[in-house]
């Protein structure tokens, strides 16, 4: 139960965070590369769990939806959500262009990337 209870402080926590940013009458992407890069690399334990809750649930969404036919993920024993945020940062440092992807397709990616099933 306490373990429920951290991850559903920690959604709170990234609802709060990722739209306090959103404005009415637009029609842009919420969060893209280049401010999820900056909500990772913060040195707020805040927004470190923002950012790792975001990286969770796009892979949850990954995994139960349509997309996990697409992208077969495989995560080693001992995989923290820490481990997924330093892969993220170092995986949009090293490709900047993504800073201009949405946040979901920049976490995706990086997902697939470090922990594709292997064939």
Do not use: W
Request: net charge positive.
């Amino acid at each position: 139960m306490q373990k429920f209870l951290k991850y559903f402080c920690l959604q709170c926590i990234l609802c709060i965070v990722f739209f306090k940013h959103v404005n009415a009458d637009t029609n842009v992407q919420f969060l893209n590369g280049a401010k999820l890069l900056e909500i990772c690399k913060d040195t707020k334990a805040v927004n470190q769990s923002a950012c790792e809750g975001y990286i969770l649930g796009i892979q949850d969404a990954i995994n139960a939806g349509h997309l996990s036919k697409h992208l077969n993920l495989c995560f080693p024993k001992g995989v923290s959500p820490k481990d997924l945020r330093l892969n993220l940062i170092n995986f949009i440092e090293v490709m900047p262009q993504t800073t201009n992807f949405s946040g979901e397709s920049v976490v995706a990616k990086s997902l697939e990337l470090h922990f594709k099933c292997k064939e």
